[in-house]
């Protein structure tokens, strides 16, 4: 009884299929074949997966796929596949993209650096034509100044001369005496100009004696103009003029036109003519005024409203 259940047990063993993995044999070595198997695994490290192909259904022969799948199968699986992950190649977009940022960010920077150069280039220019400039103001006024310097226009009374004359008219005097004299006005500037002036010997006495002009006389540069006035004396004043010094009163008025066509302050001149026999002739000044235009106006003003 106990052989035929033996004999029971190792037909239904031989009967069932193997593991998966297990090569049909002995159960007691299929932990044997496992192991080996594993170590057969680690060894293969690396070599391909073999899958056996797989053959198309055909209806035709149903009954022998059938029967074929039936069949035992191994399939031996050595190592895991390796996977390799490869990158997309970039083009020269890609790199364009990659690149473009930093390029034009430097290309930025340079331009920014050239135009602070040329800024302060620029800056340093104007700076210059701005001094330039400063300077040819400064030089045009001093040119104006000189301009106006050399057509200031100017006259001086000089070169007075004085003599006894007897005048040849009748007097209680038997030998009535009259002084002659002589003077310049002289146009000290370059241009020509004209000139009026108005000479009261004796001052503002009863017996003055005046020279004036009527209109504008022209002077011209380095020609002086020659004025001659007699003037009637006293037999006292005859008598100083021949032996010690005989001084008489004079007050002179002069206005000019010069070549800018501008009407000169008026010169006022008060002074003493001193003269003698044997002594050189004179003009004592006393006083010297210029006396703008407006000035003379007021003046004449308040001269013709006074009553007569």
Known sequence: ??????????????????????????????????????????????????????????????????????????????????????????????????????????????????????????????????????????????????????????????????????????????????LLVQFDIANESSFPLTARFDFKFFGNLPNRVRLRTIQDTPMFPRKPYKCEVRLPLAEEQSKQYLETILRIAVHGEIVHVGVAKEQSPLMSIRGNLVCGMNRPTYLEYEDITMIPMAQQRTETQTEDQKPN
């Not at 029971?8 to 932990?31: D, E, F």
């Not at 990158?87 to 890609?94: E, N, R, S």
């Open 1 to 178: 009884m106990g052989k035929v259940l033996l004999l029971t047990v190792w037909l239904a063993m031989q009967v069932v299929p193997p593991m998966p993995g297990q090569q049909p044999g002995a159960s007691g070595k299929g932990s044997d074949k496992a192991t080996d198997d594993r170590q057969g695994n680690k060894r293969g490290a690396g070599q391909p997966i073999t899958i056996p192909a797989h053959e198309p259904k055909d209806s035709g022969n149903e009954g022998h796929t059938v029967a074929a799948q039936d069949k035992e199968q191994s399939v031996k699986l050595t190592s895991i596949p390796t996977v390799t992950v490869a990158d997309k190649q970039k083009t020269w977009i890609d790199y364009l993209f990659d690149w473009g940022p930093w390029v034009f960010s430097l290309v930025l920077v340079f331009v920014g650096v050239v135009g602070v150069i040329l800024a302060r280039r620029t800056l340093g220019t104007m700076d210059r034509q701005a001094n330039l400039m400063g300077t040819q103001a400064t030089l045009m006024e001093q040119q104006a100044d000189l301009m106006r310097a050399s057509m200031t226009q100017w006259v001086s009374v000089v070169n007075w001369q004085s003599s006894l004359v007897t005048l040849f008219i009748p007097s209680p005097s038997p030998e009535p005496k009259a």
